[in-house]
């Protein structure tokens, strides 16, 4: 049974840093490119940031560059998400995902989903 388990949300105020974690298994960790989804209130999910484990590429949507940092652990099966000077807008139901190699920013072409992880950022 494939599994990511996402945790580390939380309520932040603004400005202040999340680090979120997603732990896969089930899965051939090498073969697939992790990231992060979010969907807003009233919004569609949007592609957040990813790593390709295959060769290491990142991808991280405009709206979070120089703020959000992704990585991973082999050795945990586990990719993280560091995220600072966190905005209002950022506030979100954070969904780890899973893609065949490479990062996608389409919802359609993503293999697994974990369960969401709320971050709330007050103003």
């Known amino acids: 049974e494939v599994q990511l388990q996402a945790s580390g949300g939380g309520l932040v105020q603004a400005g202040g840093s999340l680090s979120l974690s997603c732990e896969a298994s089930?899965?051939?960790?090498?073969?697939?490119?992790i990231g992060w989804f979010r969907q807003a209130p009233g919004k569609g999910r949007e592609g957040v940031s990813c790593?390709?484990?295959?060769?290491?590429?990142?991808y991280y949507a405009d709206s979070v560059k120089g703020r959000f940092t992704i990585s991973s652990d082999d050795a945990k099966n586990t990719v993280y998400l560091q995220m600072n000077n966190l905005k209002p807008e950022d506030t979100a139901i954070y969904y780890c995902?899973?893609?065949?190699?490479?990062?996608?920013?389409?919802?359609?072409?993503?293999?697994?989903w974990g369960q969401g992880t709320l971050v709330t950022v007050s103003s």
């Open positions: 790593i390709s484990r295959s060769d290491g590429t990142t």
């Open positions: 089930g899965i051939t960790f090498d073969d697939y490119a």
């Open positions: 995902t899973a893609a065949a190699v490479f990062c996608t920013i389409q919802v359609s072409e993503i293999h697994y």
